[in-house]
């Protein structure tokens, strides 16, 4: 069953995407560059600035943030070579940058503002005060979110939450978050989830979760006081990984449930600080030590490593590029819009989705070693949506143990694998 998932995946990547990788080496002062389709790597594919911070993809451009020489560095993705230095106010210490309708924003960490760079006449950059020390920003229409961690050696201030209109570049609301905000994502409810890291002392790492039109507070998880975490990303099934936890690897919660999915005794990817993923893998980048090579760790979405190898030195973000074929060549299936719910589970989920037209289908549900556990359909459905429930038995009738599964949906002309996690 791996075998066959591996080349379902495989098969995927080879005939949708040529999937591309970009890794910023910030001791090494080099972006990596990294082809999905054959796994070569080249670790000097471009030459950085001082001390890069965070790269991004825009419109076939790579966009580099490096803090120590105050500016945004422009990268062509093709050939690696420098395109442009976009100079920014002389010790403003750029640490993070976001681009919309034009613009790219920037948050300058020791000025304490927010840099908006006109990208059509990059000489033309506006500045509005924000706070002291500001870190990450995210945006849901035309509003944007920056974090404000109002460090000041050697203690850290209120956590702070910016609200900034981008139609007028003016602060509309100032929202009180836990010690030390880094990060921040939006999901597709609008809900704001804010990792706070702590004061790396007495004070731990929680997430905060608010909604970005009303503004108020959705809910809080405390971590573990274990560790400190500084970096939260999406990840399939509706998950959040939260990570930079000093080496020890990501914590996941349910997205939807807010419910820690693991706990201190089982850290995913140890050593993991960045991930990415899409429809067949998961990547992830552990920067080790930050004075030898990080390692970058490619995954299926069971957490089977499928491979991995180094790259530069002080590795410490990435960003990709998908590059599909002709639309022409795509057929859409006749299944779609496959999920269960909830994911976790305990002790039951409804595995639900949709037929495009009248189809034999057989849904089954296996272990990780391939076995199959139980049957759960073989008939022939009408086109529309369907919701099948599996309450964690085996053909049997027994209780299956708590771990992860794979359901295994197959019509006449397509099939899809898809994991979920049972916890009791």
């Known amino acids: 069953m791996k075998k066959l998932l591996c080349l379902l995946m495989l098969f995927c990547i080879s005939f949708v995407a040529a999937q591309e990788i970009y890794v910023l ?9 990294i082809d999905i389709d054959d796994f070569s790597v080249n670790n000097a594919f471009a030459q950085i600035g001082m001390y890069g911070n965070q790269v991004i993809l825009h419109e076939d451009k790579l966009f580099v943030v490096n803090s120590g020489d ?3 560095q422009v990268i062509d993705t093709i050939t690696g070579a420098t395109l442009d230095r976009i100079l920014l106010e002389n010790s403003s210490n750029p640490y993070k940058i976001l681009i919309h309708n034009d613009f790219a924003y920037v948050t300058c960490w020791m000025t304490g503002k927010l840099a908006k760079i006109d990208l059509n006449n990059t000489q033309n950059i506006e500045y509005l005060m924000l706070g002291t020390a500001p870190q990450g920003l995210a ?19 209120i956590g702070e939450i910016k609200v900034v209109n981008l139609n007028t570049f003016t602060i509309d609301e100032t929202l009180i978050v836990p010690t030390n905000p880094n990060d921040l994502i939006i999901d597709d409810r609008g809900y704001v989830h804010v990792i706070c890291s702590g004061d790396y002392g007495t004070i731990f790492s929680q997430v905060s979760i608010f909604d970005s039109e009303s503004l108020e507070n959705i809910h809080t998880i405390e971590l573990p006081e274990v560790s400190f975490f500084s970096t939260i990303q999406f990840s399939p ?16 919660y349910d997205m939807e449930n807010f419910g820690l999915v693991n706990d201190q005794s089982s850290f995913l990817f140890a050593g993991g600080e960045s991930l990415l993923y899409d429809d067949n893998y998961l990547y992830v980048l552990k920067p080790g030590n930050y004075v030898s090579p990080a390692d970058f760790s490619i995954y299926s979405h069971s957490y089977d490593l499928m491979h991995e190898t180094n790259l530069g030195i002080g590795s410490n973000s990435m960003t990709y590029k998908g590059t599909p074929v002709s639309v022409k060549d795509i057929v859409l299936p006749d299944l779609h819009n496959i999920k269960a719910y909830p994911n976790p589970f305990n002790p039951e989920t409804t595995i639900s989705f949709t037929l495009s037209v009248a189809s034999n289908i057989r849904v089954d549900i296996y272990n990780t070693k391939g076995q199959r556990v139980k049957s759960l359909q073989n008939a022939h459905l009408p086109a529309g949506e369907h919701k099948i429930a599996w309450n964690g038995s085996d053909e049997d009738g027994h209780q299956v143990a708590s771990g992860i599964y794979f359901y295994h949906i197959k019509t006449d002309d397509y099939s899809a694998v ?4 049972l916890m009791k």
């Open 25 to 33: 080496n910030s001791n090494s002062r080099t972006l990596s560059h």
């Open 70 to 72: 105050d500016d945004v």
């Open 139 to 157: 945006r849901r229409g035309d509003m944007m979110y920056v974090t404000i961690t109002n460090y000041s050696y050697p203690t850290y201030g």
């Open 237 to 252: 099934d509706n998950l959040v990984f939260v990570g930079n936890a000093l080496g020890l690897g990501f914590l996941v």
């Open 418 to 421: 898809k994991k979920m996690m």
